[in-house]
């Protein structure tokens, strides 16, 4: 039987395994995916055995990623432009590893969005500069926005994702996010505001483009402060709970050989665990 793995510290508020357990039973596959708690310390022995205990892969998160990344034999190019790795699996004996996070973002506005979004919003807003706002950053530039604008608190942060492509990408402090908002047909939530147990992100989203689409990566709650305004202001909003379902389906195919797909019924299976409040906001 296929094995994989989420491995962190802490992990008992992981999704993953309810994602990837939906698509085992809905292929009628025999594999397991199981959760792994395991402090930094123990990590690079785990990457070196993991083979040896039956695992054909798996996930990675906090605190491991940047660990993973320096610990594989071959990582991806998106892997080494963010700095940290998510999906790990074996080739030809290799360690292989992958950060499936900029997938996952750009999959979801596929999805959801017209078909020509990036060419139509030009120049995007995106909110918080950590390290899910590395992967929405270089996902818009990959997709070839003109101009990405990172708000951010602190704006040393802000300048540090600049790097990632300096030609469209500028730094900017909170205080220029009212005199940006009209040039942006894309604006993103990617600071932890809004997320259950923290202030709402205060923003007016009264200047912004008609035709604007609002993206929060943030899915607890499924309906943000930020998506309720800009359903109430007729524009397009779309969630964070389609990243991290598009962000699952490179791994899955890897290690049990099928490509799942992002259906409403794995949707409506993560929203009903959501919506039960088991484990932590993650
Ligand atoms: P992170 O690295 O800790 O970054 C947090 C960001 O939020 C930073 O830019 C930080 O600003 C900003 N921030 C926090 N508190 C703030 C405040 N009071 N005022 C202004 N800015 C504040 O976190 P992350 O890993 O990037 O994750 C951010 C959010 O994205 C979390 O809610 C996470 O659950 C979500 N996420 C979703 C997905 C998905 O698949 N949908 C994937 C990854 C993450 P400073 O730089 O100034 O501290």
Known sequence: MRKAFVVGHPIAHSRSPLIHGYWLASHGLEGRYERI????????????????????????????????????DHASDRARRL????????????????????????????????ADWAERAGAAVVLGAGGAARAVVAGLAERGLGCIHVVN???????SLTALAPDQVRAHPLDNLAALLPEAGLIVN??????????ALKIDLAPCRADAIVSD??????????????????????????????QAVPGFARWFGVTPEVTQGLRDHVCADLLAGKGKPA
């Open 153 to 159: 608190r602190s704006l040393d942060k802000a300048a």
């Open 83 to 114: 700095g940290a790795v998510n999906t790990l699996w074996l080739e030809d004996g290799k360690l292989y590893g992958d950060n499936t996070d900029i997938t996952g973002f750009l999959a979801n506005l596929d999805a959801l969005c017209p």
């Open 37 to 72: 708690d395991l402090p930094p310390q123990n990590f690079p022995a785990f990457l070196r055995d993991f083979p040896d205990q039956g695992y054909v892969g798996g996930n990675v998160t906090i605190p491991h990623k940047e660990a993973a990344l320096a610990g594989i």
């Open 217 to 246: 990566i943030v899915y607890t709650p499924l309906e943000t402060p930020l998506l309720a305004q800009a359903r109430a202001r007729g524009l397009l909003a779309v969630d964070g709970l389609g990243m991290l379902l598009h």
């Open 190 to 199: 990617t600071t932890s505001l809004g997320m259950a147990g923290q202030p």
